[in-house]
């Protein structure tokens, strides 16, 4: 029985379709709605930048930074006798490529 009504209201309303002439409506009306959550998300957006930054310097982000890279490299120049070539070059292309992956989420 449900099947038959719904039979019948699809083919009524196919039968008597009626096109209505937007002229543009449709367009103006989305140009003129508020643009609300692109600017809460630029807000945003520069809170957290903020914040990371002020992190980063409060934290001594660079002190941290200079005295990874400086033991890196220390512990490499101590061990370079026993560093293996293929090794190196294999870490250095990862590092490039996780580099350019998170390179590339940012944008």
């Not at 370079?80 to 590092?95: C, E, F, M, N, T």
């Amino acid at each position: 029985m449900v099947e038959n009504n719904d039979k019948l209201l699809e083919d009524f309303f196919a039968a008597n379709r009626q096109e209505i002439a937007d002229n543009g409506f449709t367009r103006r009306v989305m140009r003129r709605l508020p643009d609300r959550s692109d600017r809460l998300a630029h807000v945003w957006t520069a809170l957290c930048f903020a914040l990371a930054v002020v992190l980063f310097v409060a934290l001594d982000g660079i002190g941290l930074i200079e005295s990874t890279l400086r033991e890196t490299l220390a512990g490499l120049l101590e061990n370079v006798s026993q560093a293996d070539p293929k090794s190196l070059v294999i870490a250095g292309i990862v590092l490039l490529y996780f580099m350019y992956r998170k390179i590339a989420s940012l944008a």
